[in-house]
């Protein structure tokens, strides 16, 4: 399963990573904001291999959303991602962290490399 679930409230950088991971073979659910985010999670929603979650979504905080996360999808991956220094509760809530900005291809292989590591 190659399903992710993006949450970030930048359009540009919402759009340009998940076009760059479905060329890598992902697929890919993008929402932008916390509020989109809870609705899903507290509907039915599909499994995902991991959640890249923003720390910061304009309306909310990611930080909020690892409690829903982690009940409705146990089984998934959180990886945080920040364009700063990310809070201590994210780093330690979430799986693994990965700056916004890293070049894509680093991007990619740390986000594989958490992939393999919790298969």
């Known amino acids: 399963m190659n399903s992710l679930l993006l949450i970030d409230d930048d359009e540009g950088n919402r759009l ?6 479905e060329d890598e073979g992902f697929e890919v659910t993008t929402l932008a904001s916390f509020a989109d985010a809870t609705t899903l999670l507290e509907g039915n929603p599909p499994a995902y291999r991991a959640v890249l979650l923003d720390h910061s979504l304009g309306d909310g905080y990611g930080t909020d959303l690892i409690p829903l996360l982690r009940r409705v999808l146990p089984n998934t991956s ?9 809070s201590d509760r994210m780093r330690q809530d979430a ?12 991007f990619l292989a740390r986000l594989q ?6 298969r």
């Open 95 to 106: 799986d693994a962290q990965l700056p916004k900005g890293l070049h894509f291809p680093d």
């Open 78 to 86: 959180i990886i945080a991602m920040s364009g700063s220094v990310g």
């Open 113 to 118: 490399a958490v992939l393999s590591a919790t």
């Open 16 to 21: 340009t990573l998940s076009a760059l991971l």
